[in-house]
């Protein structure tokens, strides 16, 4: 059984709010989860900011277990410290390519 960290749209026409929730890969989207660990508010607020509610402890056991995170909440994840960044490809190459540049 393949396990997701992902999100569940809820809310209302053009005013979004989403549960991020642990379900099995394979259910449904707005199916009943395994366990609900967080909000996600995509709306800013007033002074501009996201509202994101997680519980750490919760999400750090389901990463350990080996839940996957979707792009989203891996987003979120790498926001609240919890997992690292990872390295983006094209950098390595930009790179690559700027160190010949300057050795020509």
Request: hydrophobic fraction near 40%; avoid cysteine; charged fraction near 25%.
């Amino acid at each position: 059984m393949v396990v997701r960290i992902r999100l569940a749209r809820h809310g209302r026409r053009n005013l979004p709010y989403y549960h991020i929730v642990v379900a099995n890969a394979r259910t449904a989207r707005n199916s009943k989860p395994l366990e609900q660990i967080g909000t996600f508010n995509p709306i800013p607020n007033d002074a501009g900011q996201k509202a994101i509610n997680l519980n750490f402890e919760r999400a750090k056991y389901w990463l350990t277990v080996g839940a996957q995170p979707s792009e989203m909440v891996e987003k979120i994840l790498v926001q609240a410290n919890l997992i690292p960044q990872a390295p983006k490809p094209w950098m390595k190459e930009a790179a690559k390519r700027f160190q010949q540049e300057t050795k020509q």
